[in-house]
């Protein structure tokens, strides 16, 4: 402003410029310069409306733009669509503009138009259209759904393949085996196959080296003892029945030697009680030709708690000594301690179970204990008789789930088999407390209780008496896997199944079949046929399930179609691995020529990823190499 000031005054003859400043001439051309200053700042406003890149800059409402675009026929957006901030709208007048200046008649003109019409921005450069005249083949084959498809009005899919099975036998494959197994005190398999008895199979005899046993011999021993059974496969030894079909059987029966959970990783179903054990000590050496005590002749000891013994073995003072005489010498002290058992001496507590026990100590001097007995135990604990105890190997700390439908069948003590039905505890979240209750009820004097992750149960009856069987039941009824972790014993092979299909919609007592008509159906490998399912219907508008059932029957022969409920389900006449069904959608190719395109510019790929467009692919697998420096070729 102090420009436009001095402009004015330098107009004026030399008196009047007065000095100094401000006076009222000044004060005069100030007022004037303002004025000509916002006339100027106004025309500049003026002129810079008239140009799209400048009109309604910084604004929050567009006033110029949309006199602009008014001259080509364009206005902003209003409701109820969403309305356009001031930088959308310029854009979109320039690339309006653009088409308008342009032509609409070119390819690029319709897409642009397109565009427009649709809301969106696309990247309209010639370079990066995907061009027809570009292409080798400037046509497009496309397959069409036919609308008189009827698949997934009646079936719920639009296709499928279904495949039979054939018969298999009983097949039973245990864990993964280490190179040497230790058969050492389970070293018996007790097998039925197929219709057949229980066959025992003596392992330990049949190996080399029991502690040692490899796989190879196992299966030559069951092979000897039931040909066509055993074979090894991924280190693993496999039980197959000799027959296929429902009629293959395999069954693995309870030894109180079984090898089963080693060499098959089979929980056993019956479990005894352990009789009264007496307290001994069996020394490690032999003593059948008499022992050279050298000096040693004091054996001290205390039996049952109570008696402190203490014989000189050797008064005489011989150094050799016979093993009666050693014998003697202990029973003097103990009537009936000592005795000898394949030139062993051996130390048998007097008192029955628990209360008796033995412990050897060391007298003040010449202690014989280590050339008597080596490196045998020192003491020893009897043992009372015990019930029979299952323990559980299924950790229920987590909860237990149990299908409807299940029950557990128990005997105990050698009584009746009692059948527990648990259907009443069924669900996805059931308690073991209440399971243990249960059982407890049911069995009754045995019981059951829930240690906070297995479940045990355990017979009345102590020592040998007490037992607990679990006999098998079928598989989805019994429940000794999910209480105890216990699984069957018994396992059956398949018969051959034929190939089939079900619907998963379910159809309502009428169908409406007037435009949606036709089934593409195939059966074992032959040709499609195409099923006009309101064929024998009176009202194509009204087909019942069964006019369904039976417009396929027709076509492709009695006994492919049947009604499930309220489903309609597809079966193959013939059972085995070429039995097979296939439903084909109704389609029709269309070949049309192939029409120039264009990438949308506002596609959120660009905005996250940087491009609209990539490919990528990864590399094969390889071997690991390391490639040396040196050229060696010389």
Same mark, same amino acid.
């Given at each position: 402003m102090a420009t436009a000031i001095d402009r004015i005054l330098d107009l004026l003859p030399h008196t009047f410029r007065a000095r100094p400043r401000p006076t009222a001439l000044h004060s005069l051309a100030d007022a004037f310069g303002g004025e000509l200053l916002s006339a100027g700042n106004a025309l500049a406003e003026v002129l810079r409306a008239h140009w799209a890149d400048h009109a309604d800059r910084g604004e929050t409402e567009i006033l110029d733009l949309a006199l602009i675009a008014a001259l080509y026929g364009l206005k902003p957006r209003e409701a109820p669509f969403p309305e356009e901030p001031v930088e959308e709208f310029r854009d979109h007048l320039k690339r309006y503009v653009r088409t308008f200046l342009d032509g609409t008649s070119t390819v690029r003109g319709v897409l642009r138009v397109t565009a427009e019409t649709l809301g969106l921005r696309i990247d309209d450069d010639e370079a990066h259209m995907d061009a027809w005249w570009r292409r080798a083949d400037d046509s497009v084959t496309a397959v069409l759904p036919l609308l008189d498809d009827a698949a997934r009005a009646v079936l719920g899919f639009a296709r499928a393949e279904a495949a039979g099975t054939e018969s298999t036998p009983a097949i039973l494959a245990g864990p993964v085996l280490p190179a040497a197994i230790d058969l050492r005190g389970h070293s018996t398999l007790v097998l039925s196959a197929d219709a057949g008895g229980e066959t025992e199979v003596d392992l330990a005899a049949a190996v080399a080296d029991p502690s040692q046993a490899t796989l190879a011999e196992v299966v030559a021993a069951i092979e000897a003892a039931l040909p066509g059974v055993a074979s090894a496969g991924d280190g693993r030894l496999v039980l197959r029945s000799p027959t296929a079909g429902a009629a293959g059987r395999l069954e693995v029966h309870d030894h109180p /030697? +079984? &090898? %089963?959970? @080693? #060499?098959l990783g089979l929980a056993p179903r019956g479990y005894r009680g352990r009789p009264e054990a007496t307290a001994r000590i069996v020394g490690a050496h032999d003593l059948s030709l008499g022992v050279e005590l050298g000096g040693a002749r004091y054996l001290r000891g205390v039996v049952d708690r109570a008696t402190t013994i203490e014989p000189d073995l050797d008064p005489a003072r011989t150094g050799t000594v016979a093993l009666q005489d050693v014998i003697d010498a202990i029973n003097h002290e103990v009537p009936h301690l000592a005795a000898e058992a394949d030139g062993r001496l051996v130390l048998a507590s007097r008192a029955p179970g628990a209360a008796g026990s033995l412990a050897v100590q060391a007298p003040a001097a010449h202690d014989a204990a280590g050339v =008597? =007995?080596?490196p045998a135990a020192r003491v020893a604990v009897g043992r009372d008789p015990s019930p029979a105890l299952l323990r !559980? #190997? /299924?950790d229920l700390s987590d909860g237990l789930a149990l299908p409807p439908g299940m029950r557990l069948r128990v005997e105990v003590d050698g009584g009746p088999a009692v059948d527990v039905d648990l259907s009443a505890l069924a669900g996805p979240e059931v308690d073991p407390n209440a399971v243990a209750q249960l059982l407890s009820a049911a069995l009754a004097p045995a019981a059951c209780a829930f240690d906070g992750r297995f479940l045990r149960l355990v017979s009345a009856e102590r020592g040998t008496a007490g037992t607990i069987v679990l006999p098998s039941l079928p598989a989805d009824e019994d429940a000794a896997g999910p209480l105890f972790g216990v699984g069957a014993r018994v396992f059956r092979g398949t018969d051959a199944t034929? &190939? $089939?299909l079900e619907a998963t919609v379910e159809l309502e007592g009428e169908t409406d079949l007037g435009a949606a008509y036709r089934l593409a159906l195939a059966v074992d490998g032959g040709a499609p046929v195409t099923v006009d399912l309101r064929a024998g219907a009176a009202d194509a508008h009204h087909v019942t399930r069964a006019e369904l059932r039976d417009a396929v029957n027709a076509a492709l022969g009695a006994g492919v179609a049947s009604l499930q409920g309220r489903r309609l389900a597809l079966a193959s006449p013939t059972e085995g691995s070429a039995s097979r069904l296939e439903v084909f959608a109704r389609e029709e190719t269309v070949r049309r020529r192939f029409v120039t395109r264009a990438a949308v510019a506002d596609d959120a790929a660009t905005a996250i990823l940087g491009?609209? #467009? %990539? +490919? %990528? $692919? !990864?590399?094969?697998? !390889? =071997? &690991? $190499?390391? @490639?040396?420096?040196? +050229? =060696?070729? $010389?």
């Open positions: /030697a +079984d &090898a %089963a959970p @080693v #060499l =008597l =007995l080596g !559980g #190997l /299924a034929p &190939a $089939r491009f609209q #467009l %990539a +490919d %990528a $692919r !990864g590399t094969p697998p !390889g =071997l &690991a $190499r390391i @490639v040396g420096a040196p +050229d =060696l070729s $010389r």
